[in-house]
């Protein structure tokens, strides 16, 4: 019942910016933390940025002053911009999302939901 659909990736020479959008769709009663990860070959996945729905952001020590999380409450949208990007920075990002999911019955349920990944190739 819901989708998380990312875009924006691709390749970027060192130094220069990427934007991520990542939209939730389907029977969504509310969204609450929402985020970026990503996972390079060879290693497993990590935290890259996270914001709460009142705004409150958190990043990892490696991203931190050159990457941007947000979000649109309205448009159950989060976008990342990375800035100064490095070759290091090179994954697939996955978009995520904590969401509470309605049903026609009358009931609700709280799941962890994942976007399909948009690669992202910064190089030297």
């Known amino acids: 019942q819901v989708q998380l659909v990312e875009s924006g990736g691709g390749l970027v020479q060192a130094g220069g910016s990427l934007r991520l959008s990542c939209a939730a769709s389907?029977?969504?009663?509310?969204?609450?933390?929402m985020g970026w990860y990503r996972q390079a070959p060879g290693k497993q996945r990590e935290l890259v940025a996270t914001?709460?729905?009142?705004?409150?952001?958190d990043y990892a020590d490696s991203v931190k002053g050159r990457f941007t999380i947000s979000r649109d409450n309205t448009k159950n949208t989060v976008w990342l911009q990375m800035n100064s990007l490095k070759p290091e920075d090179t994954a697939v990002y996955y978009c995520?999302?904590?969401?509470?999911?309605?049903?026609?019955?009358?009931?609700?349920?709280?799941?962890?939901?994942w976007g399909q990944g948009t690669q992202v190739t910064v190089s030297s």
């Open positions: 995520n999302a904590d969401i509470v999911v309605y049903y026609s019955g009358g009931s609700y349920r709280r799941s962890d939901y």
């Open positions: 914001i709460t729905s009142g705004g409150s952001t």
């Open positions: 389907g029977s969504i009663f509310i969204i609450n933390d």
